[in-house]
């Protein structure tokens, strides 16, 4: 290990590699004689044209870890977890790092000085996106990520995706159950933190992207949909329901509207939500959370939806009375910000 010593109060160093070249080994030289605690580097699964590197970082005293096949980035950081975690003495936290060049040193010493000072924080290394050399896949999905976090999340960061972090000891023993393999997991890793509480600092870190980016394995299609697949299921969900709410909810209008004056919106709404509220429940509860039915959620969902019910009852016949708006755009409108704070209570009480 990299400067050896006994992990009472030290920092982990944590880089997972797959198919990495004289990259990685130059980042090692630099930091080795620097950073005072463990160097674990973790072969994801690496080709044989890679083991030449993995060597050198072994002569260089970093402890290298070994996947025989590629299991993804989660994986290999908890991978590195466990084995920092098992290691004898007291551990502050570890910093994670990218193996692709993209992080210099000195940021990646400023964020270990920075978890050093505060050991209760989830430590970020916020990249700039705004300079010219930023390659268009990166700077419009962290554009995209950050506004799907604000929304459906409720953080509000400005790099979501950054793989520069420090990350506390006692939240690294939390994240080994945490799910997510490949690069889902670091986005559950902020939501997680949210759920928590966990305080999250952002450090502002030079971005360095070396021939447009092309060392990264990150696949935006198909690594998005793993990013986004919680966000995106519910998403399906609401529209499934919402097809069902507002069909029933216009046949109802055009049925009650002569007969109930004045409560004909009340009505129709109620007897929609109930036909919809069945179908949502047992999409989110089997498909979107993954979480067995029970009474309890049950319960909780059916309160949600009886205040839910009110509130777009109340909000739709506002909004109709202010605006003298279709009754059907109203609830459209309605609707779309209920949609943004039910996700909140589904996914932090309801299905947590």
């Known amino acids: 290990m990299c400067n050896s010593r006994e992990v009472q109060g030290q920092i982990a160093l944590i880089i997972p590699a797959y198919q990495p070249d004289q990259m990685l080994v130059r980042l090692l030289e630099q930091l080795c004689p620097q950073w005072p605690g463990p160097v674990v580097v973790v072969n994801d699964g690496s080709g044989e044209e890679a083991g030449a590197v993995f060597a050198q970082a072994e002569q260089l005293g970093v ?34 790092a990218d193996a692709d060049g993209q992080h210099r040193p000195e940021d990646i010493l400023r964020c ?34 950050c506004v799907v976090m604000r929304l459906f999340g409720g953080l509000a960061l400005s790099d979501t995706q950054t793989g520069l972090r420090g990350i506390p000891a006692g939240f690294m023993r939390r994240l080994m159950n945490v799910s997510g393999e490949r690069y889902e997991f670091e986005t559950n890793m902020l939501l997680e933190a949210r759920r928590l509480r966990l305080p999250m600092e952002e450090v502002e870190i030079r971005t360095v992207y070396l021939e447009q980016n092309r060392a990264s394995h990150f696949r935006p299609l198909r690594d998005g949909v793993r990013i986004y697949a919680l966000f995106l299921k519910y998403t399906a969900s609401s529209l499934a329901s919402s097809v069902v709410d507002l069909g029933a909810f216009s046949l109802f209008v055009a049925l009650f509207r002569s007969a109930l004056p004045g409560w004909y919106i009340t009505a129709a709404t109620v007897l929609a939500r109930i036909l919809s509220a069945g179908v949502n429940y047992g999409i989110n509860s089997g498909l ?65």
């Open 63 to 96: 402890l290298v870890l070994h996947h025989c096949v590629n299991l993804g980035k989660g994986r290999a950081l908890k991978t590195a977890f466990n084995a920092c975690l098992c290691l004898p003495g007291t551990l502050i936290g570890c910093v994670t």
């Open 112 to 145: 270990g000085e920075e978890l050093r000072r505060r050991p209760d924080s989830l430590i970020l290394g916020c990249r700039d996106f705004s300079g010219p050399d930023v390659p268009w896949k990166s700077r419009w999905g962290n554009r995209i990520t």
């Open 288 to 352: 979107v959370f993954e979480k067995k039915m029970s009474r309890k959620s049950g319960a909780a969902y059916l309160l949600l939806c009886v205040l839910q019910m009110a509130a777009s009852a109340g909000l739709v016949s506002l909004l109709f009375g202010l605006l003298h708006w279709p009754e059907t755009l109203c609830k459209i409108v309605v609707d779309v910000l209920l949609f943004f704070i039910s996700f909140q209570i589904q996914n932090r009480w309801i299905f947590r």
